[in-house]
């Protein structure tokens, strides 16, 4: 009777790692390095504000870079709300509000007459659109002020807000929006005899909701931020907006010195509504394409 062994086999040899893998973890990680510098670029500026808006007037004029106040009070934010700050805010949340609502509701509507009714013209209408965009907004404050003028609008609510209810950039971001949903369905809509605002009202819009929050977005920050157009719109100081009103502040309204850290809270404070209107909407700011689009 025979007897057979069996050696024991060697453990296989760990593979050697290749030479390009290694080099594109290297190259990630510099990546995320520079990604991360210039993340602390952008940020740190804004560190500062906020560090400045709790520091006293000596101590941010000694020490303008330092991100710790010392003392820590909240001195500014109490001159502010004696101050005439409490009415700017109000007129710019009205002002943007009603701006922002006009343009979702006038920039959708002459974007679909673009993207779908045939008339005669809509080429250099749309062309002319596309010029508008072209021009410089300072080109157009002196003719503001004299249209504003003759129609008696000037120094009023409605000469602030009546100009801003449409711009050329909502009416291109719509049409193209509305150029690449289904034709399928507003045919469907038009055999069951809705109408063209019947279509586009209950049919189209809805399905428009991403470029709707976008336009959203983009008409509250654009109005809110808005200066040029304010200062030629109204003179009376009960209309000043923050804008206007933070700019008057640099010039040093409520009082002599640097009054860092008045203008940096009255900044800090206006910047807040349209971080909150980004970081609530920004999933669909980002997210393109339609929604609700039949199945082909």
């Known amino acids: 009777m025979t007897t057979t062994t069996t050696a024991a086999r060697p453990a296989p040899a760990a593979a050697p790692k290749r030479p390009g893998r290694r080099r594109g973890g290297l190259g990630r990680v510099a990546g995320y390095t520079v990604l991360v510098v210039f993340a602390l670029v952008y940020i740190y500026p804004f560190l ?6 709790f520091k006293t007037e000596a101590d941010s004029t000694a020490h303008p870079l330092a991100l710790w106040p010392d003392p820590v009070t909240t001195a500014a934010f109490s001159r502010l709300a004696e ?46 659109v596309i010029a508008v965009m072209a021009v410089p907004g300072v080109v ?4 503001k002020f004299l249209v504003l003028n003759q129609f008696g609008m000037y120094d009023s609510y409605s000469g602030m807000i009546v100009p801003l209810l449409a711009d050329a950039a909502g009416v291109f971001i719509m049409k193209q929006f509305f150029e690449s949903v289904p034709v399928s369905v507003e045919e469907a809509a038009r ?4 109408g063209p605002f019947r279509i586009f009202w209950s049919v189209v819009l809805p399905m428009a909701r991403p470029a709707l929050i976008t336009l959203t977005i983009l008409s509250f920050q654009g109005s809110w931020n808005e200066l040029p157009h304010f200062i030629v719109s109204r003179q009376s100081p009960e209309l000043n907006t923050l804008t206007t009103g933070v700019a008057s502040l640099v010039s040093g309204q409520l009082g002599s010195g640097n009054q860092y850290p008045l203008k940096l809270a009255a900044a800090l404070l206006m910047t807040v509504p349209v971080a909150l209107v980004f970081f609530v909407f920004q999933r669909h700011f980002v997210r ?5 689009a039949v199945k082909g």
């Open 48 to 53: 500062i504000q906020l560090a400045t808006s």
């Open 83 to 128: 101050a005439d700050y409490p009415r700017w805010f109000l007129n710019s949340f009205v002002v943007a509000v009603v701006v922002t609502a006009g343009r979702v509701f006038f920039d959708s509507l002459a974007g679909y007459a673009l993207a779908r009714l045939r008339f005669r013209g809509r080429g250099a209408l749309f062309a002319a």
């Open 140 to 143: 157009l404050l002196i003719p």
């Open 191 to 194: 055999i069951d005899g809705a």
């Open 288 to 292: 393109g394409g339609t929604e609700g």
